[in-house]
């Protein structure tokens, strides 16, 4: 092997699959996908063209954002936090069984089993495909919301929650177990405490996940800014629905400020 | 040492919480409650609604069963669709996060200024939702896949760059000053030097946020932004429950196999 070979005087990027050959096939994949999926979709460039001049003239209505109609505006804003604080609440509460049956560590096998069904079935349908359901049982308005938003979190701190249990020392549990302690003593005594401040940071970060969903589910019909949102868009009431944006802008950002600076504190 | 100084330094029961720690815990169940009280009663609840909820549940549920298998093959090319839209969509948010990204980290921003741009174009691409973007996208080119993908990239980007911008300014500063000491230009500093840094959170997150919108692109339809989710709007419309089964049962597998298939590709690079 010639020198050149083994120590180049021109340095190359190395790939970024591993081989030259594999980088190419990939690259290849790619494009040949991006081709694909263009052509499948239909998609019919005369209309995209005629929605740029659209795109200007709906931004140009959104400006100035109107507010004079603040007190729908922020009926919505509050009623959608309310959802959302309800949701958490209500989530946390019946998270705590989700959680016990679903930790591999302390429930019988076909409890968990069950309740790790439960925790992927619920995790793959979105926020809104459940609101539907609940607006079809429970009628329009924020209950319909709030039964999602509580649905979905319930799911989601279980699973968040069992992790945690899992992971739990074993020691402590043994010597609370070791002292006569029942089922319930053991969990309290043993468990709770070691899970508790993981348990508190999770539950903010799902507040301020429910204050983002809270704005959304309103679109099919279970209340929150969600709901006015959808309605000014329908009405072409664009400059009402910047003012919307803008707020839900503000709402999320002081929701994760929160959240951060919540589970900095907790750290 | 006193009795009493004896008597609580060692005392005969054992209390779990201090006095301050017991009042401090009823200060927070109390703000609990308060918080409960004021979100509930304000959303003034119909609780007659509550009573036959589990009766019109069990309804739905017997009008669902059997699922109606002969609506699978119309569904087939929407659901295709779907992915489309959330792969395409992850793909022009890959493009545009990393420009963003530079813009949004300390370390490579110009200013102060571009800095502040940066940061203001993350917190509004991130703090609207996909649907939401779905409904101005849907104004802007009309319903059809076009404004689902639009609405997909104009979320991710938010997600993708944040996560990029972090992992910039926790960058290695010796790769990037070995860099800078060949006599490359900025440019050059952050191809070479950062670039393949933060490539492995790059494609991470991609993937990550790719599944996750596989998820959303199945809803985008209902503001009609393409997808299944057009069709299981117009199902629920319809009243025709046993196709409404059916669709969700196709969801849950694609979900479930972008989830599975992403989750491989993260234990592979990482």
């Known amino acids: 092997m010639s020198i050149?070979?083994?120590?180049?005087?021109?340095?190359?990027?190395?790939?970024?699959?591993?081989?030259?050959?594999?980088q190419r096939i990939a690259i290849a994949a790619a494009v040949g996908y991006?081709?694909?999926?263009?052509?499948?979709?239909?998609?019919?460039?005369?209309?995209?063209?005629?929605?740029?001049?659209?795109?200007?003239?709906?931004?140009?209505?959104?400006?100035p954002p109107d507010f004079a109609r603040w007190q729908l505006l922020t009926n919505g804003m509050i009623e959608s936090v309310q959802m959302a604080l309800a949701a958490t609440l209500v989530g946390v509460v019946l998270s705590i069984p989700i959680a016990l049956a679903a930790a591999r560590n302390l429930a019988p096998r076909p409890l968990y089993l069950a309740a790790r069904g439960l925790i992927v079935g619920g995790r793959t349908l979105h926020e809104i495909i459940i609101a539907i359901f609940f607006v079809k049982l429970f009628g329009f308005g924020p209950v319909a919301g709030l039964l999602t938003l509580a649905f979905a979190s319930a799911i989601f701190l279980g699973k968040m929650l069992a992790e945690d249990i899992e992971n739990v020392r074993v020691g402590p549990v043994e010597a609370v177990r070791a002292t006569g302690a029942g089922f319930g003593q053991t969990v309290v005594y043993s468990i709770v405490p070691q899970v508790l401040s993981r348990a508190v940071g999770v539950i903010i970060y799902r507040l301020d996940a429910n204050v983002r969903h809270s704005t959304v589910i309103g679109i099919v019909g279970a209340g929150g800014i969600g709901q006015t949102l959808s309605a000014s868009f329908s009405r072409y009431d664009y400059d009402f629905a910047a003012a919307i944006l803008l707020s839900i802008v503000a709402l999320v950002a002081l929701g994760e400020w929160f959240s951060d600076w919540v589970r900095r504190k907790l750290r | 040492m006193t009795a009493a100084a004896l008597e609580k330094r060692y005392p005969d029961v054992w209390r779990r919480r201090s006095r301050r720690e017991v009042v401090i815990a009823w200060l927070?169940?109390?703000?609990?409650?308060?918080?409960?009280?004021?979100?509930?009663?304000?959303?003034?609840?119909?609780?007659?609604?509550?009573?036959?909820?589990?009766?019109?549940?069990?309804?739905?549920?017997?009008?669902?069963?059997?699922?109606?298998?002969?609506?699978?093959?119309?569904?087939?090319?929407?659901?295709?669709?779907?992915i489309h839209i959330a792969t395409l969509g992850t793909a022009i948010a890959l493009v545009f996060s990393i420009p963003l990204a530079f813009l949004a980290a300390r370390n490579t921003t110009l200013n102060g200024f571009t800095w502040a741009?940066?940061?203001?174009?993350?917190?509004?691409?991130?703090?609207?939702?996909?649907?939401?973007?779905?409904?101005?996208?849907?104004?802007?080119?009309?319903?059809?896949?076009?404004?689902?993908v639009c609405a997909v990239a104009a979320r991710s980007v938010g997600f993708l760059a944040k996560l990029v911008a972090e992992a910039i300014e926790e960058a290695d500063a010796g790769q990037i000053e070995a860099i800078t000491a060949t006599g490359a230009g900025t440019a050059q500093v952050y191809v070479f030097g950062i670039l393949p840094q933060v490539m492995p959170v790059l494609i991470g997150t991609t993937v990550y946020r790719w599944d996750i919108n596989v998820r959303e692109s199945s809803v985008l339809g209902f503001v009609g932004a393409g997808g299944i989710g057009l069709h299981l709007y117009a199902s629920i419309n319809q009243f025709a429950w046993q196709q409404v089964l059916v669709v969700l049962l196709a969801i849950l597998v694609i979900v479930l196999l972008s989830e599975a298939l992403s989750a491989y590709i993260r234990g592979r690079i990482s």
Do not use: C
């Open chain 2, 117 to 148: 741009i940066g940061r203001a174009l993350l917190v509004a691409s991130r703090s609207v939702n996909t649907v939401i973007w779905g409904l101005l996208f849907v104004a802007i080119f009309g319903p059809g896949a076009v404004a689902g």
């Open chain 2, 28 to 82: 927070w169940t109390a703000a609990i409650a308060f918080a409960a009280a004021w979100s509930v009663s304000a959303l003034d609840i119909e609780w007659a609604f509550f009573a036959d909820a589990h009766e019109q549940a069990l309804d739905l549920v017997e009008r669902m069963w059997p699922p109606r298998w002969s609506y699978l093959p119309v569904i087939v090319r929407p659901l295709i669709e779907t």
């Open chain 1, 4 to 22: 050149a070979a083994v120590y180049p005087t021109t340095w190359r990027r190395p790939p970024l699959f591993g081989s030259l050959a594999r």
């Open chain 1, 34 to 63: 991006l081709v694909w999926s263009v052509s499948d979709l239909n998609v019919d460039y005369a209309r995209i063209l005629a929605g740029f001049p659209r795109a200007i003239d709906i931004f140009v209505k959104m400006f």
